[in-house]
């Protein structure tokens, strides 16, 4: 997504030259390529799927909006199996319109999980709970800390349901290191994402994720954290940014690659 | 704030009329109209002003800079003497520019907090830590949870700091409850205030704040736990919102008046 403007066999062309060994994919360019296409694309380039975003949205209190969001669920893990990756990342959902009670909607996750998580596991895909940015809770994602996304996923056994990092979502919560302690020590951080957070944030606030470096979230300290918490899985550089897309992609590609190198290499005084 | 259309005459006699006990003052307006006038304004239209807002900005790491936000604060908490409230709202401060500590920002607070709070409680003015939506960390406020605002309030005495609680910011929190009950057992609620969370937000979110009612906040819960904890102050109802800024004054004070009541009179399922 951070380079969303390269089609799949540009993104994976220029990935495999700079070195890069992994890509994350989003389900609509797979679809419109092909899954099976793009599963032997990224593999005959020399790469791996590292996740697929994504599944989730299984907030619904209605019976047959609830049906089509298990139903595609369903769907996203088996591409997930065909694209080779076992992780699939989980954005939950909001609240339903009218709703107001977000204790319910997260019980309603961990009810759509039960019924998700033997499937993915048959499949050799785990489920990726990511805590998204509280200021999403009410319309994308009631799941607002590391701390609500472990406490759903240990429900359920690690190799099915673990949590993503994302160091947008959680940078600022003073109770994150020792969730992420505890995550790495069940073996549920299934995925470890960075985006910087820089303001002001655009209107709708979806697509003003910071390049890495240009913000205010200390990256090589997230990930000595997650280093710490023995966590070994691939980085994923996930930016969503309209002034980013708008950019030539594979000169963004090749900022990121350099960033994400200075960033995690430079030493931290905390 | 909720109305800042209305010069202060205005605002003041519409409240009156309206049944509106109180007022919570900004101090621009408040200086611009001068703070002994504003006083007596307030006083003779049979009001009381509930909370002066605001204070803080104390985490700069410049020696000057943090110089003068400590005189800033002590003519706040001389305004407010004089304004006769017994509360002025503290918004704690951003990130220093290139500065990526938030821990260590925070501890600046609490060094200030060491300064300010025996000037205050000498001028009978309690100091309400106000924790701002995480949305607001880097550029506005470090303290971003109400538990935070509480772990800094608690080095001093309860008639000197304590918390304010606003549903826009801790709305998302499944902690803030028991962090209510325990500020509440505390005496450190000192202010409770509300404001609707409505989505899609505005660039730079920061006046995209709902009218009572029209967001995903479920207030009358909110007051039954503030309620539950003891909490017998005024309930302020604090909107940005440059959509309802634009409307009139008169009108939107009136409609406030009506959403406040008719929230906070709704019997809630949870």
Chains 1, 2 share one sequence.
């Not at 390269?6 to 679809?31: K, M, N, Y």
């Not at 996740?51 to 019976?63: E, N, S, V």
């Not at 600022?172 to 302690?181: G, L, M, S």
């Not at 944030?201 to 997230?222: S, Y």
């Amino acid at each position: 997504m951070t380079v969303r403007q390269l089609a799949l066999p540009d993104l994976s062309a220029h990935c495999a030259r700079l070195g890069i060994p992994g890509i994350g994919l989003w389900r609509e360019p797979v679809q419109a390529y092909g899954v099976e296409a793009a599963a032997k694309l990224v593999r005959d380039a020399g790469l791996t799927v590292t996740t697929l975003c994504r599944g989730g949205f299984l907030t619904a209190t209605d019976p047959a909006e609830r049906a089509r969001a298990l139903d595609d669920n369903r769907a996203a893990i088996d591409e997930a199996e065909t694209l080779g990756t076992d992780t699939l990342v989980l954005v939950s959902g909001g609240l339903p319109a009218g709703d107001r009670d977000l204790g319910g909607a997260r019980e309603r996750i961990a009810d759509a999980l039960a019924e998700l998580a033997p499937y993915a596991g048959e499949r050799g895909v785990r489920l990726a709970i990511e805590p998204l940015h509280p200021m999403f809770a009410s319309d994308r994602c009631v799941v607002s800390t590391l701390d609500q996304a472990l406490g759903l996923a240990e429900r359920f056994p690690a190799s099915q349901v673990g949590v993503v990092v994302d160091t947008y979502h959680i940078w600022w919560d003073d109770r994150a290191p020792a969730a992420v302690e505890r995550a790495g020590a069940q073996g549920r951080i299934h995925s470890f994402q960075l985006a910087d957070w820089i303001t002001p944030l655009p209107a709708g606030v979806l697509n003003g994720r910071g390049q890495i470096g240009d913000g205010a979230i200390d990256m090589a300290r997230w990930r000595e954290r997650v280093d710490a918490a023995g966590y070994d899985g691939p980085i994923e550089v996930e930016l969503f940014n309209d002034e980013l897309w708008a950019r030539d992609g594979v000169e963004l590609l090749e900022e990121t690659a350099r960033r994400y190198a200075h960033a995690l290499k430079a030493t931290s005084p905390h």
